[in-house]
């Protein structure tokens, strides 16, 4: 966890730190909540592979300020046209 919170290096470059949120935690598995700040390809991934750890499942609550929320599985709502320029101006 310390590891993660101070950045690990994954393709030849070093993380920006995480805010890693432990939610539950038995012998086998660690339910956890992990912020990013950077988004590359697989990181999330990548970065538990860098600590020795494997994902077995991963949902996206976020992106930038544009949240998840309460959708079920399966469920999906129309972008308010605020998000939708929110997201035509972010840049990575």
């Known amino acids: 966890m310390k590891r993660l919170e101070s950045g690990v290096v994954i393709d030849s470059r070093k993380t920006y730190p995480a805010k890693i949120k432990i939610l539950s935690?038995?012998?086998?598995?660690?339910r956890m909540t992990i912020?990013?700040?950077e988004g590359?390809?697989?990181?999330?991934?990548?970065?538990c592979e860098a600590v020795g750890n494997?994902?077995?499942s991963l949902n996206r609550r976020s992106i930038g300020d544009?949240?998840?929320g309460n959708l079920k599985l399966g469920e999906y709502?129309?972008?308010t046209s605020k998000e939708?320029?929110?997201?035509?101006?972010c840049r990575n």
């Open 25 to 30: 935690q038995n012998e086998k598995t660690t």
């Open 35 to 37: 912020t990013i700040h």
């Open 40 to 47: 590359r390809n697989r990181q999330v991934r990548k970065m």
């Open 54 to 56: 494997q994902v077995i």
């Open 66 to 68: 544009l949240n998840l």
């Open 77 to 79: 709502r129309k972008l």
């Open 84 to 89: 939708i320029n929110y997201l035509k101006n």
